[in-house]
């Protein structure tokens, strides 16, 4: 079963007092979790909401998460749980909690020796979360650096929140405006080609990661430009092999969930007192068809 623990990354009971695992250490030793990451080197792509909503819809499922935040110095997730756990301690109700763990990356002068110890730390935290959890969710760092390119690396499934505009589209290719096909791969690309091929060494097998591009912020009217990016996205997918899949719609309800570490399955739970409409059910619908479309949804238990 999943652990609380705060930003300070102690990792502390479930505040419901429950115990860490109902599993024998036999069968545990036979677990390995599925590693989620989330990770885009573009900054405002909802990333760190579609992380926490992905850990919230695993949570209500009845399994065991660990989350992994990369981008520590930010620290937009640890905070996003943090503010869950004090919310559910001020309200005295349950809410269901990952393992948390943030990573800052090293401060060591040497760049090599940095690299090191930033590739240990995740390799250590990945080693001890894996057998006991059943997901860790990885949130990454909206740069090109050492810390994302190891993060990304654990993946088997990659998750990059992408907004609906041409803008954005740059994190991916660069594209001819008049066809949409590609010109180049983007930086970020290539860099998911080379820890496809790192994953690859590392585990000595041919196994690779499931990549899905998510479209975020959509208008709830098909537009012109909605119509341009799905031709586009379309074309790229083929080429640089990645899935496209339904993102969220532009709401106020996600920017308004985070300062109390809510998302939108969480507002059944008694004692948010949190009053559904049609546009938190729409929203909430968002969330289960992009479990559904990335392969990750299961049957509540």
């Known amino acids: 079963m999943p652990e609380n623990a705060p930003a300070n990354a102690q990792e502390q009971p479930h ?16 677990k390995y979790a599925h590693i989620v990451v989330v990770g885009n080197q573009k900054g405002g792509s909802g990333k ?3 992380t926490m909503h992905v850990i919230a819809s695993l949570l209500s499922t ?27 301690e001020r309200r005295g109700i349950n809410l269901v909690m990952p393992t948390h763990r943030p990573i800052e990356p090293s401060s060591v002068a040497s760049i090599d020796v940095a690299r090191a110890h930033d590739a240990h730390s995740v390799e250590k935290a990945v080693q001890d979360l894996a057998p ?14 050492f810390l994302s390119r190891v ?15 041409f803008i954005d589209l740059d994190v991916l290719a660069m594209i001819d405006p008049e066809t949409y096909a590609m010109t180049r791969p983007s930086k970020y690309a290539e860099m998911v080609f080379q820890v496809k091929m790192q994953k690859a060494r590392r585990e000595k097998s041919n196994r690779t ?12 009217l098909e537009s012109r430009n909605q ?33 109390d570490g809510l998302t939108l399955l969480d507002l059944k739970t008694p004692g948010t007192d949190i009053r559904m409409n049609m546009s938190h059910l729409s929203a909430r619908q968002e969330v289960r068809d992009l479990m559904a479309a990335i392969g990750l949804d299961r049957e509540t238990q």
């Open 62 to 88: 009845g399994a065991s998460v660990a989350s992994i935040d990369l981008d520590a110095r930010q620290g937009t997730l640890t905070r996003y749980i943090e503010n869950r756990r004090k919310y559910a």
């Open 151 to 165: 993060g990304h690396s654990y993946s088997d499934t990659l998750i990059t929140p992408l907004n609906d505009s």
């Open 227 to 259: 119509r341009s990016m799905e031709e586009a996205l379309t074309k790229l997918s083929s080429r640089i092999g990645f899935r496209q899949v339904p993102g969220f719609s532009e709401r106020v309800i996600f920017r308004e969930l985070f300062l």
């Open 209 to 220: 990661f499931d990549w899905v591009v998510m479209r975020n912020r959509t208008g709830q």
């Open 132 to 145: 006991r959890h059943d997901y860790i969710v990885i949130d990454t760092p909206g740069t090109d650096n």
């Open 48 to 50: 760190s909401t579609t």
């Open 15 to 30: 505040p419901s007092g429950t115990s860490e695992s109902s599993e024998s250490a036999d069968n545990a030793s036979d």
